[in-house]
């Protein structure tokens, strides 16, 4: 069966959410999606919308988004639709973004050459106000932005971006809901 390459920019970036909620996904690099922006919505959860901007040296990260890349096997994905809420959280679309792929369990080389490859990327094109993320949400987020910046993912995104909606804090009281919520995800 063939494999689909998957742009995760959420909490799926936490590699341990991952192997819980698609046992056999492999993290396969890491990937920036031009002309979207990074926001939690209305939901509580990431989203990302798109801009029509071309980048400019004033608002570097602004109309781009960072991720990891993982690849699926088919039942994966039936399980990642169910956790993303397909077609009501979310819906499913095939974006062309810029991948680095890791080598040999080495980080990739974000100032290589990226290749241009298609991907499953998950967006809600409905809900684009930006709001609040949920409580137990910043845990599942913060422990994604550690993997994430373990594998390239730019330090000067994250702290431009993601801080803007998620603190940098850890609440272990949220801890075992989060963990829960990994696992398989449930609508509060």
């Known amino acids: ?7 995760a920019y959420g909490s799926n970036l936490w590699k341990h959410q991952m192997a819980q909620r698609c046992p056999t996904s492999a ?3 890491i990937a920036r999606l031009k002309s979207y922006r990074w926001i939690i919505y209305e939901r509580g959860y990431a989203n990302i919308i798109e801009t029509n901007h071309k980048q ?5 990260y602004a109309d781009e ?4 890349v993982f690849s699926l096997q088919p039942s994966d994905v039936r399980k990642l639709d169910i956790n993303e809420g ?16 890791a080598h040999d369990g080495k980080p990739p080389n974000p100032d290589e050459k990226p290749k241009q490859v298609e991907m499953l990327v998950y967006i809600n094109r409905r ?44 609440d272990e009281k949220v801890a075992e809901v989060a ?10």
């Open 127 to 170: 809900m684009t106000t930006p709001s609040k993320p949920k409580k137990e949400y910043i845990y599942r987020m913060n422990q994604g932005i550690k993997d994430a910046l373990k594998e390239g993912m730019p330090l000067a995104y994250v702290d431009a971006v993601m801080r803007k909606f998620i603190p940098d804090v850890e």
């Open 179 to 188: 963990k829960k919520q990994a696992l398989g995800f449930e609508e509060e």
């Open 65 to 68: 988004v960072w991720g990891l």
């Open 1 to 7: 069966m063939a494999s689909t390459l998957y742009f």
């Open 56 to 60: 400019s040296e004033s608002s570097a």
């Open 86 to 101: 397909v077609p009501f959280a979310y819906e499913k679309e095939n974006l062309t973004v810029d991948f680095w792929q």
């Open 27 to 29: 993290y396969s690099g």
